[in-house]
């Protein structure tokens, strides 16, 4: 008998719990993400799998924004995040803190999803703008390119589903 | 030095070749999902991870539809798929052509994600509405719940990004 658990049985944690709870060394930056419901949804997805800080650059929009809200649910309180115009110096923080820092990006020499291992003190991952993906110039300051593998007539996916494949990937390492 | 590919480099199949292309065998059924911005972006996902086929059920909308279109970006063309009203038959067709199905949900004896483990011919996964998730009579019919294991203040994700995260790690299963 599966039964469906109800609100109250989900052991959610409250704002504040959340908030004073240690977070995992996974990092986001989206690199100019024009869609708010798409910078929404990544919210959504940084608070279920515990990601220390979203940074959002360039024309990525920020909240408050009812658009961001109809599909955060609440998560742009939850979650840490910053604006910055110049996604440059986020990187050079992201190494400074011994992170690694990849694009999520299919180039010449990308490491396949499944084969991305953990190293250094924790992970920061850049998704790109709708249609350009993320720029050769953030690129080339990157410690590397994650690809998800994929078949298929499109070879792209919408960038918050493309965010949910590799935070889930990088969670899961931590269960 | 990491390039990033050009379109002409991705060797994205056509949409003759994808369409005589052995699938994988991957069921989706979308129960009662109402945004079709969501249901776009399933097709997407389906056509990536080369889905035998997509089972649109109840509410949720079919194409064509702009709405969906704008998210599908041509995959409602590559993926095979089916609108019924009633999802019934179409379990009771899974289960008959060898299929083991599984809803996704949070329940009292849900498999955590990472520990479902690919037995029989295939698998039926069906993803539920964007607020009361797989129904508890659908659930019934299943043969078990697959949960994404989460931390975080809402516990739940945008159905899309969700069925992101559950088809990367079964299509994992066959890279």
Same mark, same amino acid.
């Given at each position: 008998?599966?039964? /469906?658990?109800? $609100?109250?049985?989900?052991? =959610?944690?409250?704002?504040?719990?959340?908030?004073?709870?240690?977070?995992?060394?996974?990092? +986001?930056? @989206?690199?100019?993400?024009?869609? @708010?419901?798409?910078?929404?949804?990544?919210? =959504?997805?940084?608070?279920?799998?515990?990601?220390?800080?979203?940074?959002?650059?360039?024309?990525?929009?920020?909240?408050?924004? =009812?658009?961001?809200? =109809?599909?955060?649910?609440?998560?742009?309180?939850? +979650?840490?995040?910053?604006?910055?115009?110049?996604?440059?110096?986020?990187?050079?923080?992201? /190494?400074?803190?011994?992170?690694? +820092?990849?694009?999520?990006?299919?180039?010449?020499?990308?490491?396949?999803?499944?084969?991305?291992?953990?190293?250094? /003190?924790? $992970?920061?991952?850049?998704?790109?703008?709708?249609?350009? %993906?993320?720029?050769?110039?953030?690129?080339? /300051?990157?410690?590397?390119?994650?690809?998800?593998p994929q078949s298929g007539t499109k070879h792209?996916?919408?960038?918050?589903?493309?965010? %949910?494949? #590799?935070?889930?990937? #990088?969670?899961?390492?931590? @269960?």
């Amino acid at each position: 008998m599966n039964r /469906k658990l109800s $609100l109250n049985e989900l052991e =959610r944690m409250s704002l504040e719990d959340y908030q004073k709870e240690e977070k995992l060394p996974i990092r +986001v930056i @989206l690199e100019n993400v024009r869609s @708010l419901s798409n910078v929404g949804s990544v919210f =959504r997805t940084c608070d279920a799998f515990k990601v220390d800080r979203l940074i959002l650059t360039g024309i990525t929009g920020k909240p408050p924004h =009812r658009e961001i809200q =109809r599909t955060a649910l609440g998560a742009a309180e939850s +979650v840490s995040w910053a604006h910055v115009d110049a996604l440059d110096e986020s990187i050079t923080e992201a /190494k400074a803190e011994g992170y690694s +820092v990849y694009a999520i990006e299919q180039s010449t020499d990308s490491i396949p999803l499944h084969e991305l291992t953990f190293s250094g /003190k924790g $992970l920061c991952l850049i998704f790109g703008n709708e249609v350009d %993906g993320v720029s050769q110039d953030t690129i080339d /300051k990157c410690d590397g390119v994650v690809e998800i593998p994929q078949s298929g007539t499109k070879h792209s996916l919408n960038v918050s589903v493309a965010a %949910g494949a #590799v935070l889930w990937e #990088v969670y899961k390492s931590f @269960l």
